[in-house]
DNA sequence: GTCTATAGGCAGATAGAC
DNA sequence: GTCTATCTGCCTATAGAC
């Protein structure tokens, strides 16, 4: 749908409140009112752009499983964030936005919006596991890497600056090959 | 000013965008229409609310010099993120919410917001060279530290969870003790 | 200086022609 | 199914009484 990956795009560089059905529509090439042939209200539109991004984060990680190793699996999740340094500093973390902009809505797309960090979470853990971590520090290892992963997306969006994010791959990328 | 106090407490639960004008005079106790009296516009207030903020930072960095040792200030630094765990579970962290707020609307307002975290980084920096870093090595701690701290932040307001940020302010302490 | 009423503009949502 | 015109409501900002 030629809608959702508009308003996908604009969700990521402007927000969810300063993207207006208009700008969404105009983006998509379509007339303004057509949007809600297609949706009822624009949190309509909202799910359906977390739904889709949750689906493409789930194929991600279920493709970096193909990676035998569960310390390669998670070097090359880490260099996928450094892969896109630039687009971080120009815009900030897609998922990490999104769930900023869902928590001031709140009730359902919060939640919604959350699933993304779920999945991250509990993949992570996983392979921390499989690295030999207790349950406990294998889930606290998981919210650690994302925690950095996700302040450095916000200082270097701040900075402008995708330094600041490569800095930190790079320094999670050590300590990940002297885990366990 | 009560205004500004207001307004502060509505950008750090509601963001910068949804505290309407009538929301923060309401808070205020004062009429809606009188918000113009004392400022010429919103962006005006915004940026009344970030500077008194980021001299309340500035004070509480020089308040933490009176620790004497580098170490003992940098882990006091991050207790105070612990501390404040329930807050920021609620409503986020006020400095990364603010910034990433004013990121979206970019121009003054970003670069100001984002004069919280040049203080914040520029501190922490000092910290680590006096633990013996290297001018290099010390930003890139300071870096990680606060990325840490502000990437906890957006998992635990996301999950609703004080033990989210509780547990990497406890990984961040003893990172500390062993630092240099 | 303090307050009320309202102008002006924009965004979400709808009605109805085609 | 597709598109235009428009309604409704909210928000910033102002005018002007007191």
């Known amino acids: 749908m030629r809608l959702i990956v508009a308003a996908n ?3 990521h560089r402007q927000g969810l409140e300063r993207s207006a059905i208009a700008d969404i529509a105009r983006e998509a090439a379509v007339p303004a009112g ?3 042939y297609y949706f009822k209200t624009k949190e309509e539109l909202v799910e359906a752009v977390i739904a889709r991004r949750n689906a493409f984060i789930a194929a991600w990680l279920a493709d970096l499983e193909t990676e035998a190793a569960p310390r390669e699996r998670l070097i090359r999740f880490v260099g996928e964030f450094e892969r896109t340094s630039d687009m971080r500093a ?3 973390c897609p998922v990490g936005g999104l769930c900023h902009d869902a928590n001031r809505l709140g ?3 919060a939640s919604q ?10 993949w992570l853990r996983d392979q921390f596991a ?3 971590a ?3 520090e294998a889930r606290a290892g998981a919210l650690h890497l994302l925690a950095c992963l996700e302040g450095a ?3 270097a969006h701040s900075f402008a600056d995708p330094s600041v994010m490569r800095n930190e791959t790079a320094r999670l990328k050590d300590w990940l090959e002297g885990y366990g």
Chains 1, 2 share one sequence.
Do not use: C, K, Q, T
């Not at 919006?113 to 509990?122: S, T, W």
């Open 153 to 155: 997306s916000l200082l």
């Open 107 to 109: 009730g359902a797309l």
């Open 90 to 92: 120009r815009h900030g």
């Open 113 to 122: 919006a959350r699933g993304a960090f779920e999945l991250l979470i509990d």
């Open 34 to 36: 057509n949007v809600y």
């Open 130 to 132: 499989a690295l030999g």
């Open 134 to 136: 207790e349950p406990g």
């Open 9 to 11: 795009r604009l969700f």
